[in-house]
């Protein structure tokens, strides 16, 4: 079973650091696009940065220069630095991948369990 387990997040100030990280655990799959989303109080979920398998990255114009994608294919993980953090990046963070697996050739989109990140005033 392929899965993604989220680590990080938690409560800081403005101004302060978190890191967020994201790892696949399974068998038989390999992945694509991984990405992070967010979804703050009451609002939907939205996108804040996605990388491809060769490092592209992507970011939305709220966190551009602030936060950092990052990946290793080998370990299978990816990672989010935020840096510069405001009280409106608060919200629960998603870490997302697309996912082949190569019985049956599936192609699925995979999302870790969220992990709550605060950012007081």
């Known amino acids: 079973q392929v899965q993604l387990v989220e680590s990080g997040g938690g409560l800081v100030q403005a101004g302060g650091s978190l890191r967020l990280s994201c790892a696949a655990s399974?068998?038989?799959?390999?992945?694509?696009?991984m990405g992070w989303y967010r979804q703050p109080p009451g609002k939907q979920r939205e996108l804040v940065a996605t990388i491809t398998r060769a490092g592209t990255t992507n970011y939305s114009d709220s966190v551009k220069g602030r936060f950092t994608i990052s990946r290793d294919n080998a370990q299978r993980t990816e990672s989010l630095q935020m840096n510069s953090l405001k009280p409106e990046d608060t919200a629960v963070y998603y870490c997302?991948?697309?996912?082949?697996?190569?019985?049956?050739?599936?192609?699925?989109?995979?999302w870790g369990q969220g992990t709550q990140v605060t950012v007081s005033s």
């Open positions: 399974g068998s038989g799959f390999a992945i694509n696009t």
């Open positions: 997302s991948a697309a996912v082949l697996v190569f019985a049956g050739a599936k192609s699925l989109e995979l």
